[in-house]
Structure formats: structure tokens, C-alpha cells
T-cell receptor, first 116, second 112 residues
Framework: GAVVSQHPSWVICKSGTSVKIECRSLDFQATTMFWYRQFPKQSLMLMATSNEGSKATYEQGVEKDKFLINHASLTLSTLTVTSAHPEDSSFYIC????????????FGDGTRLSIL | DQQVKQNSPSLSVQEGRISILNCDYTNSMFDYFLWYKKYPAEGPTFLISISSIKDKNEDGRFTVFLNKSAKHLSLHIVPSQPGDSAVYFCAASEGGWGKLQFGAGTQVVVTP
């Protein structure tokens, strides 16, 4: 149980392109989803927290107009990297938790984004 | 400011022996602590957790110890197996199962 699917797993695109990454909870309803990014040999850094039906809460230093998050249903959240540039190249990972009562976050397999 | 620190970037241990991974934190408001295991090109997999009201939690080969006064936790894996070779992340949250702060990870290599 508690499977989180993330798609696509790998994206290569030209600078200036917008890229959408999907995060789905397959066998549970996720009231909260989280988006992280990880640079090589570094820790996972939380970018934003999204709750179904409301606006995402972004961490300090994360541009909300650059990284658009939509959590339209209890099983789907999307992250759109708008007008991506090479410095946005990273490993993006989503996670989801069932509710706020003693349930750990379960992670997707991540999306490797490479901007040329 | 890194609130969760894993000071050992790597650990090599022989199969069958104990692996001990360490994690330190600075935020005294953290009340849940978790360990995740991660293989390359995959997302982290939840291993074990502990709340701040406990000092030990055990699940099979995995035991997590929490020392609140020292702001330190550790993960013990015994016996270590080749399949345990992965990067292990320590994470902490404040006020329940909310957003997580991760350590930088420890690469564990279990040798035959």
C-alpha cells in the first residue's frame, strides 16, 4: 500500500520550455503533498507544501511564479516549472501523506529534469 | 541553515555486522524523526520512525534510538545485508507529520 507515482521520470528540454510533473497517490487519498528538489550529493530540500483545494505554501527562496503547484484532487498534484533554464536542472521528488495523524510521507520515484 | 545533520557521508560495513548511522539536529521543536532509504534514481522509501516521547523503536533488523538531551538519533541495522547498500536519510518534522527537514544522507556499502 501507500504507492506514490510520479511522471515523467526523466525530461530533457530546451531552455524556455515549461515542464509539468505529475504526482499521484495510487491507493490512498493524499490530503497533503510535498515537492522537494535534490541537487547532486545534497539533501532533499522542501520546495512547497500543497493541500487539496487550496494554494500551495512555498518555502523561503522558492519562486511561486516559477514553480506552479496545483493540487486539484486528493490523488493528484502537479508541479510546473515555467520557462525552465539550465539552473533549474535537478531531481524533483514529490511525496504524499494520507492525513496528519501519524502517517509518514511516501515518496514518488522522482523526476530528473535536464534543461539544455 | 541545516537543522538536520548527518556528518558521515559514507559507511562501509561487512555483511552480518551492525551498521550504525548517526544524525544530529538543532531544532528542539522537532517531535517526529524518520529514516528513509534511497536507491539511485528512485524516491526515498520509509524505513522507521520515532516520536519524541520515545527513546527507542524497533522494527525487525532496524532500531532507531533517540537521545533528546543530546539532540541525536541513530539507526542500527543488524545484521547488515548486501541489499542494505543505499543512501540513508534522516528526517525530522515539527508539530506532527508535517514538512520534513532532511539530513544530507549517508551512503552505506555492505561488503560480502
Amino acid at each position: 500500500g501507500a504507492v506514490v507515482s510520479q511522471h515523467p521520470s526523466w525530461v530533457i528540454c530546451k531552455s524556455g520550455t515549461s515542464v509539468k510533473i505529475e504526482c499521484r497517490s495510487l491507493d490512498f487519498q493524499a490530503t497533503t503533498m510535498f515537492w522537494y528538489r535534490q541537487f547532486p550529493k545534497q539533501s532533499l530540500m522542501l520546495m512547497a507544501t500543497s493541500n487539496e483545494g487550496s494554494k500551495a505554501t512555498y518555502e523561503q527562496g522558492v519562486e511561486k511564479d516559477k514553480f506552479l503547484i496545483n493540487h486539484a484532487s486528493l490523488t493528484l498534484s502537479t508541479l510546473t516549472v515555467t520557462s525552465a533554464h539550465p539552473e533549474d536542472s535537478s531531481f524533483y521528488i514529490c511525496s504524499a501523506s494520507q492525513d496528519s495523524s501519524n502517517q509518514p510521507q511516501h515518496f514518488g520515484d522522482g523526476t530528473r529534469l535536464s534543461i539544455l | 541553515d541545516q537543522q538536520v545533520k548527518q556528518n558521515s557521508p559514507s559507511l562501509s560495513v561487512q555483511e552480518g555486522r551492525i551498521s550504525i548511522l548517526n544524525c544530529d539536529y538543532t531544532n528542539s521543536m522537532f517531535d517526529y524523526f524518520l529514516w528513509y532509504k534511497k536507491y539511485p534514481a528512485e524516491g526515498p522509501t520509509f524505513l522507521i520512525s520515532i516520536s519524541s516521547i520515545k527513546d527507542k523503536n524497533e522494527d525487525g533488523r532496524f532500531t532507531v534510538f533517540l537521545n533528546k538531551s543530546a539532540k541525536h538519533l541513530s539507526l542500527h541495522i543488524v545484521p547488515s545485508q548486501p541489499g542494505d547498500s543505499a543512501v540513508y536519510f534522516c528526517a525530522a518534522s515539527e508539530g506532527g507529520w508535517g514538512k520534513l527537514q532532511f539530513g544530507a544522507g549517508t551512503q552505506v556499502v555492505v561488503t560480502p
